[in-house]
């Protein structure tokens, strides 16, 4: 925090000056050491550590540092000032990561409830300042990160009479600033009801693995007669990893923030060019045989700048990677299918994933690089049953609404409409779409084409074996034609390239995009799913 907080008060100052410093410090953790260590001893940092941690030394202007809880009819007021310091939530505007963004793009606002004071509830004049900030944050447009762990509403507050509470505007506030900037929530520990909801519309989550978060906690779920639930059994990140709440699993609070800077950072702007891994390795990364499962995410590592690589949501929807990256410097989004996974296929959970991921990238300017390995959409009872027709179709229209450049690689596979789902809905959608020597296409998975396109004439043919030799042959002849350069000779895709070129090939279609730049167009909220 700023250095002038923790001055010891002078005999030489006015009184006026030296009670105003002797109130400074009560703010502080120093005041408070049976609650820092009690903190500490559960394994957590103070939410001024974790600021301290995040912002760029000396830059954090606090905002009502001075608000203690609302509870002056049941409280002795020096208790409240001792006890219920900034009423639980700290917050004000800083720099982060200034000394690769300079004043101007590093500058964010920073809220964090304070958990050692009521459990991190909600107050009502950490609600009231919860609107100040979320109005400065609209103002100007500020990046925010916000540590939301805690309980909920505060029940105790009693020097405003309320009968629902339900007029709060800090809610809508901060929903209202999905689409305008970027907003980055930490959550350690017990995250419950409104502090959850702070959580939840927030653009991406970052939550250490001791983390539960829930729309209600412990009471309210008992209140509601759904039975004792232990706090750390209410949403622990054993569920919300895989169903795909939390974006970042990290192991603890350090980390969360390290990660946090990071992300941040991807909506701070353009950087110097970072170096990269040789790229020559991209042209033994794609197994030879069409079936061979392989990990992608080594290709998008190779692809971009070295150590800039952060994967989203990797436990939901697997089949479907998500990623944050630079190439030479340049922030970018990438989505790519996993192979090792329902074969690449899209499924509902995978679509939802892009979907969403695309809207982020849309909302905040980031260009999308689409690494493409994919048989098509899964077909099937079980996959309809998930609302695939609805689901599905979500990425098709994620990708048809991108302003933002789009660059499609295939790798290996591009089938039918999965394939062109990962390309914003055709192969001519994105600025650029190029492919791998060893990359096919076609409108369907080539055997299964085969199959339906012949039908009548190997049902016409009794021998089994004879009838699966017409069907290899007839698919070796759809391979040969479904090869990336047949394709390119029919200008149905840009270019087929030497997979070690296609860095440099990103590079210089972004340069070429970034000449242009977007015109100004409606806000759209970015999809909280």
Same mark, same amino acid.
């Given at each position: ?191 419950? +009801? ?61 980390? +969360? ?95 939802? !994933? ?8 849309? +909302? ?118 479904? !090869? ?46």
């Amino acid at each position: 925090m700023a250095e002038h907080d923790s001055q010891e008060p002078d005999d030489s100052l006015r009184e006026d000056h030296r009670y105003l410093l002797r109130r400074r410090r009560l703010t502080e953790d120093q005041a408070r050491p049976e609650a820092v260590e009690r903190r500490h001893a559960a394994g957590g940092r103070t939410a001024r550590e974790n600021l301290d941690d995040l912002v760029d030394p000396g830059s954090f202007v606090e905002y009502g540092r001075f608000a203690i809880a609302a509870q002056r009819n049941r409280r002795d007021v020096d208790d409240l000032i001792a006890r219920t310091p900034a009423d639980g939530l700290i917050a004000g505007t800083a720099r982060i990561n200034g000394d690769r963004f300079g004043t101007e793009r590093s500058t964010c606002a920073v809220l964090s409830y304070d958990y050692t004071v009521l459990a991190g509830t909600q107050g009502v004049l950490g609600h009231r300042k919860k609107d100040r900030l979320f109005e400065l944050i609209e103002r100007l447009r500020l990046p925010t990160v916000f540590f939301a762990e805690g309980g909920g509403g505060r029940p105790g507050d009693t020097d405003h009479p309320v009968v629902s509470s339900l007029d709060v505007r800090a809610f809508a506030l901060w929903a209202k600033l999905s689409g305008l900037v970027p907003r980055i929530a930490i959550v350690k520990g017990r995250c419950f +009801a409104g502090n959850a909801v702070i959580a939840g519309c927030s653009d991406l989550i970052v939550a250490t693995e001791d983390a539960t978060i829930g729309m209600g906690g412990p009471a309210m779920i008992a209140g509601g007669g759904l039975g004792d639930v232990h706090p750390d059994d209410v949403g622990p990140i054993s569920t919300q990893a895989p169903n795909g709440v939390v974006d970042v699993v990290v192991p603890d609070e350090a980390a +969360a923030v390290a990660v946090t800077k990071t992300l941040i950072g991807y909506f701070q702007g353009t950087t110097a060019p970072g170096p990269a891994a040789d790229q020559t390795a991209l042209r033994t990364l794609v197994p030879e045989r069409a079936r061979r499962a392989y990990v992608v995410n080594p290709i998008i590592e190779t692809l971009a700048d070295t150590g800039t690589v952060t994967f989203l949501r990797e436990r939901f929807a697997p089949e479907m990677v998500t990623a944050l990256a630079r190439i030479e410097g340049r922030p970018v989004g990438v989505i790519a299918n996993n192979t090792r996974v329902m074969a690449g296929a899209i499924t509902a959970g995978a679509a939802d !994933k892009a979907a969403r991921f695309l809207q982020l990238c849309e +909302a905040f300017g980031l260009p999308v690089i689409s690494l493409i390995d994919c048989p098509g959409y899964m077909v099937g009872p079980a996959a309809e049953a998930e609302g695939l027709v609805r689901r599905g179709s979500r990425l098709l229209v994620a990708g048809a609404s991108l302003t933002v450049p789009l660059i499609a690689v295939v790798l290996r596979r591009g089938y039918g409409l999965g394939a062109q789902a990962m390309a914003g809905g055709s192969l001519h959608e994105p600025l650029l779409t190029v492919a791998w020597p060893g990359a096919h296409l076609g409108p369907m998975g080539l055997e299964g084409a085969v199959r339906l396109g012949m039908r009548k004439e190997l049902e016409a043919i009794a021998d089994d074996a004879e009838r699966e030799r017409i069907v290899a042959q007839a698919t070796a002849a759809a391979q040969d034609n479904a !090869k990336a350069l047949n394709a390119a000779m029919l200008f149905e895709i840009d270019d087929v390239i030497d997979p070690a070129e296609t860095r440099g090939v990103i590079a210089s279609t972004l340069a070429a995009a970034a000449a242009h730049p977007r015109p100004d167009l409606p806000r759209r909220f970015v999809d909280t799913w």
